[in-house]
């Protein structure tokens, strides 16, 4: 596997943190969210947080599965490109504090817990397999967050 699809699916690195790396790449994947929108007008950071996550989901469904055939595992734990796509996903339309720790802990509760229907998406074969579970649960914490008034317009929880 060349090095450029290795540093994606890692996370350029993250993957390889010896303890809880799909945590770490999720705390780093809020944390490159915030500085987005500490970049960017609320409009434009929206829209370049979502093509990053766009960008490292498209890398999942791509290289995921050639990475479980290499590494004889399903999902192996240093490719976390498909925590940093779900984990943007649930972060996605807010930019504060309580909302991003929401997000964070919402999300990386679904990504360990793996409730019905999360869990299931593992089975799915290749990159979706390793994917749909974290996007499935990066969905629901934005949903619930939406429904919650967690996600609210720029400036609210700032």
């Given at each position: 596997m060349r090095a450029?699809?290795?540093?994606?699916?890692?996370?350029?690195?993250?993957?390889?943190?010896?303890?809880?790396?799909?945590?770490?790449?999720?705390?780093?994947?809020?944390?490159?969210?915030?500085?987005?929108f500490w970049a960017l007008d609320w409009g434009p950071a929206t829209v370049v947080s979502a093509v990053v996550a766009l960008v490292f989901a498209a890398a999942t469904v791509i290289w995921g599965g050639e990475?479980?055939?290499?590494?004889?595992?399903?999902?192996?734990?240093?490719?976390?490109?498909?925590?940093?796509?779900?984990?943007l996903v649930a972060a996605a339309g807010t930019c504060g504090p309580v909302g991003l720790a929401a997000a964070f802990a919402g999300f990386r509760l679904l990504d360990i817990a793996k409730p019905f229907p999360i869990g299931r998406l593992e089975r799915l074969p290749g990159g979706w397999g390793v994917l749909a579970d974290d996007l499935a649960a990066g969905v629901i914490v934005a949903t619930v967050m939406r429904l919650s008034g967690l996600m609210l317009p720029q400036g609210v929880f700032s």
């Open positions: 450029p699809v290795k540093a994606l699916l890692s996370f350029f690195g993250t993957g390889y943190v010896p303890v809880a790396p799909g945590t770490a790449a999720s705390a780093v994947a809020i944390i490159v969210h915030l500085c987005i990475a479980e055939r290499l590494h004889g595992a399903r999902d192996p734990g240093w490719v976390v490109s498909d925590e940093v796509a779900g984990q």
